[in-house]
């Protein structure tokens, strides 16, 4: 495969910075350059120090940032056309829109047409990679990888299992749950970039046989990823305690069952006590920042100050179709409002390094992903900080890096990428038109005559 020499601004970081003044926590080359080869970054620098590399390809990205891809950590595949669903918190959210929307995923051929969609999305947003709930259909799942693999993104994911408080057509059983998902790990894991995330939805979801029989999958594949939401909503606490009486509270309903780890991702973590917080930063679980969301469902405001006193791990997402944009700039821009309004000051470099690196971390992946560290997977992004009239007058006034970035990620969007790369390849041109004769998504009814 050629070399691929991209040249522009290149920002990756090597650390969470410290403060807006941290410089040790990033590289940044002004004229800049990653050299690309076989899918992977051979090198990040001053691109007079790789100009002379033979028979490399240049593109030239100036006067656009060189970032690696973002990362989403949390967000629901079969919620990409309920998106700006309204007027309801979440559980009246859940059965008034998700539980019928999620049906439709009987349909392999749906399952099919969103799966290619969502993935499309996602690059257009400039996020490479994401863990994402798939319906509880054992094809929803099929069609998610699959086209994940058409476009070889690094993709994490798995069949939603939930065995009660859910329409019939939406429940599985505990040993159907249990094989389904012994399947899909057998077909899906370690193919090509995918990865799996064993997904019981959430205590409300689950009978105690379903929690045990994830426990028996959580056990006998500790190389998996292991996904539920936690704590998002005042109703959902009362009604989750309610249904595990034995436990000290919602964390605890997950301890129980074996659930928390280094490779559990827990979404939301808005009402944790101490107590809670620290079991997470006991057992290293993950805790999932999910502002549009939070914001969106009435659901309350993450406290991320108090994770980190407490030593607890946090990473950020989209949580779509909670969330209601798949960009992660739209995503801090909110994430900074939450905190703000909290007396919790994010810097600009604080924000990028948690969509990158951050995020990679929280997935044990930064081995592969979220910096462009020679060896790394070249996904990568390009960022135009002056992508709309207003970026562009407003960005006639910035002086600093840490301004630009801020101003992208407070007015950017989808808008603002330029190109992003996934191992080495170029994907965004061609996205930018969805195919009119792409099928108009069919209704419940529609599909129970089809
Ligand atoms: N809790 C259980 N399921 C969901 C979901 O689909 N979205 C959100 N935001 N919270 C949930
Ligand atoms: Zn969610």
Redesign the pocket.
Known sequence: MSKLLLRGRVLTFVDEPKSIDDQSAYSYFEDGAVLVENGKVVEAGEYAALSGIPQAEVVDHRPHLILPGFIDTHL?FP?TQAIASYGAQ?MEW?NTY?FVEEQKFSSSAHADFIAGRFMDELLRNGTTSAVAYCAVHRTSVDAYFAAAEKRNMLMIGGKVMMDRNAPDALRDTPQSGYDDTKALIAKWHGRGRAHYAISP??AITSTPEQMELSRALVSEHPECYVQT?LS?NKDEIAFATSLYPSAKDYTDIYAGYGLLGSRTLL?HCIFLSDREISALAETGSVAVFCPT?NLF?GSGLFDRDRFNRLGARTAVAT?VG?GTSFSMLETMSEAYKVLHVQGQRLSPFASYYMMTLGNARALGLEDRIGSLHAGADADITILDSRAKPAMELRMRTATTLAEELFILQTMGDDRSVAEVYVAGKPMKRGLDRPQAESPRSRSIAELQTA
């Open positions: 629901h919620q979440l859940l998700i939805r959430f939401h998002e979404g969301s469902l949580d909670g």
